[in-house]
């Protein structure tokens, strides 16, 4: 009888080891082994410039949905014919439209990438809570991570003013007029195709498109303040590309 019980006792105590150590756990979770870095910042704000400087940097894999979008409107597609109208006006486009093209996009590439710079998205709460559902879904390897880029509207609209980009749609390069190597030669330095100004860069639609950012920013913190994400901040204020690039690196 003795005997028995002193089976049972070290039955029970293997049995507690073993469950505190997760082996009966139905499912190992798998650890992060990939970032998505997003930035957040108005139009006009450097999110752009700091992300083609991962690229070329750090070798990081960068999505804007903004360029996403305007090859969908140059395609000519369902969705981009969808898009265009918004586009146009400096509106948000609807969010199932901007979802169905990440998930697209991230289903596609992810598997390939370790680290990941988005580019304008999420733009709204609403983006920001669907985003990090379909991570937890689908990429349950990713960890988000989130970088605000803070700069006055002033600035921005100074800055708008004198931005060109690369008419090519597959290149989308961006340039401010005063820092072109030949400024009498409007053309792209890495396609040579030629350089326009975005039709959505005028100060009507720029203003409009600041309000939409400023209406959105809070309730998009608060998602991800909610949901425990990292959340770090880079004032870009009256800085060089190379000051605000330093100050980024540190970050990460
Ligand atoms: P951007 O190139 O990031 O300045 O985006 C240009 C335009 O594309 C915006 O003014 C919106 O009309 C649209 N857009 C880009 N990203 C998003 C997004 N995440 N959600 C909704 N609309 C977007």
Redesign the pocket.
């Known amino acids: 009888m003795v005997k028995m019980f002193g089976l049972l006792a070290v039955a029970i105590i293997v049995v507690v080891a073993l469950a505190s150590c997760g082996a009966f756990s139905k499912k190992e979770q798998p650890q992060p082994t990939k970032t998505i870095l997003t930035f957040l910042g108005a139009?006009?704000s450097g999110?752009?410039t700091v992300a083609e400087q991962c690229v070329k940097n750090f070798g990081y894999a960068t999505m804007?949905?903004?360029?996403?979008?305007?090859e969908a409107v140059a395609r000519g597609d369902e969705l981009g014919k969808k898009?265009d109208a918004?586009?146009?006006?400096?509106?948000?486009?609807?969010?199932e439209?901007?979802m169905a093209l990440?998930e697209e996009w991230l289903t596609r590439n992810m598997p390939t990438i370790t680290t990941l710079v988005l580019?304008?998205?999420?733009?709204?709460a609403a983006?920001a809570t669907l985003f990090i559902d379909l991570l937890k879904s689908k990429f349950p390897e990713v960890t988000l991570r989130v970088v605000n880029i803070a700069i006055s509207d002033d600035a921005i609209v100074a800055r708008l003013a004198d931005r060109l980009v690369c008419s090519n749609k597959p290149c989308q390069s961006v340039y401010s007029r005063k820092l072109l190597k030949d400024p009498t030669k409007l053309v792209c330095e890495k396609c040579g195709s030629p350089l326009i100004r975005?039709e959505?860069d005028n100060e009507t639609?720029v203003r409009n498109?600041l309000k939409?950012y400023a209406d959105n920013i809070d309730p998009m913190i608060k998602v991800y303040k909610d949901s425990a994400v990292r959340f770090d901040e880079v004032n870009v204020e009256g800085k060089t590309v190379e000051e605000v690039f330093a100050e980024f690196k540190k970050l990460v």
Not at 64 to 70: A, D, I, Q, V
């Open positions: 139009p006009g999110k752009g804007s949905t903004g360029n996403l979008l305007r898009a918004f586009m146009k006006a400096g509106s948000l486009v609807p969010d439209l901007v990440v580019d304008g998205y999420p733009r709204t983006q975005r959505d639609v498109r939409v």
